[in-house]
Structure formats: C-alpha cells, structure tokens
C-alpha cells in the first residue's frame, strides 16, 4: 500500500466552498482502479492549509489516475482554488 499525501494550501475565505467542492467531486476519486480510500484534513493551526491522504495499492494506480480523464473532473473545480499544492509518495515504515 502507498499512501499519496497531497499538502493543499487556498485563499481562506474560500475554505468551505472548498470542502463543499472535495466532498461533490470526491466520488470521482474513489472509483478508480487501485483507491482503498481517503483522508481529507483540515490543518488546525493554518486555516488555509489542508491535507488530503489517499491510500492505493500501488503508485501505478494513482499515475493511472493522474492520466485518467477523471482526474481532470478532480483537480478542475479544485483549480481555482488551490494556491499551492504538493504531493509525495509514502511507505509506511512503522504503526503503533
């Protein structure tokens, strides 16, 4: 399992169109080939800053996904959004 972390900053004052936006187009996301499921996270000390977890079997599934006409019903109503975004692939190495 890899687990995509997307670091997503936006203008506050639109921080619950925002939500309202992830929450319509989020059943895009988890139809795809290879999602397990999601996480999506407001950041408590920075009101602009969310954070949005996706766990796949695999980082194919998510490149897939990236390419997939889907994804540009995702990421469009996000544009006008987002100030900043950043995504990293992780492994996990330890739970408790």
């Known amino acids: 399992m890899i687990k995509e972390i997307a670091l997503l900053t936006i203008d506050p004052a639109k921080s ?13 996301l988890r139809r795809q080939p ?7 996270l407001r950041v408590v000390e ?3 800053e969310y954070i949005l ?22 990421a469009g109503p996000w544009g006008p959004f987002q100030k900043e975004a950043a995504v990293r ?3 996990l190495i330890a739970h408790s």
């Open 46 to 48: 920075n009101d602009c």
């Open 53 to 74: 977890i996706v766990h796949w079997e695999n980082v194919e599934s998510h490149k897939a996904f990236v390419e997939s006409d889907d994804f540009k019903l995702l």
């Open 89 to 91: 692939h992780c492994r």
């Open 16 to 28: 619950d169109s925002f939500e309202k936006t992830f929450l319509e187009v989020a059943p895009v």
């Open 34 to 40: 290879g999602y397990l499921y999601d996480e999506f």
